[in-house]
């Protein structure tokens, strides 16, 4: 089976910033691309950028400037910075990744972003 497992949530200001890892095995993770997607309560699931395999980095529209995606083969890990992070109570950040055809998700990591 594939797994993603998200961490790096928790809590932070509004304005500052959040590093998430994605961690999965080490195959999975080098040989697909990998994306992070982020849903607030109430809201769709929304993507937020992707990191191919070779490296190559897209970010939706609406977080170019606020977030940056990359990868570190080596410990198995898809990194993304949230910047300037804005009023939210919370927000859930999930990671994945396409293998076979088949899209694996891991269970989120939640952020909580406070005054």
């Known amino acids: 089976q594939v797994q993603l497992v998200e961490s790096g949530g928790g809590s932070v200001q509004v304005g500052g910033s959040l590093t998430l890892s994605c961690t999965g095995s080490?195959?999975?993770?080098?040989?697909?691309?990998v994306s992070w997607y982020r849903q607030t309560p109430g809201n769709q699931r929304e993507f937020v950028a992707v990191?191919?395999?070779?490296?190559?980095?897209v970010y939706a529209d609406s977080e170019k400037g606020s977030a940056t995606i990359w990868r570190n083969n080596d410990e198995n890990t898809v990194y993304l910075q949230m910047n300037n992070l804005p009023p939210e109570d919370k927000a859930s950040y999930y990671c994945?990744?396409?293998?076979?055809?088949?899209?694996?998700w891991g269970q989120g990591t939640q952020g909580t972003v406070s005054s």
């Open positions: 994945k990744t396409t293998n076979r055809k088949k899209d694996y």
């Open positions: 080490r195959i999975i993770l080098s040989t697909n691309g």
């Open positions: 990191v191919a395999s070779g490296g190559a980095r």
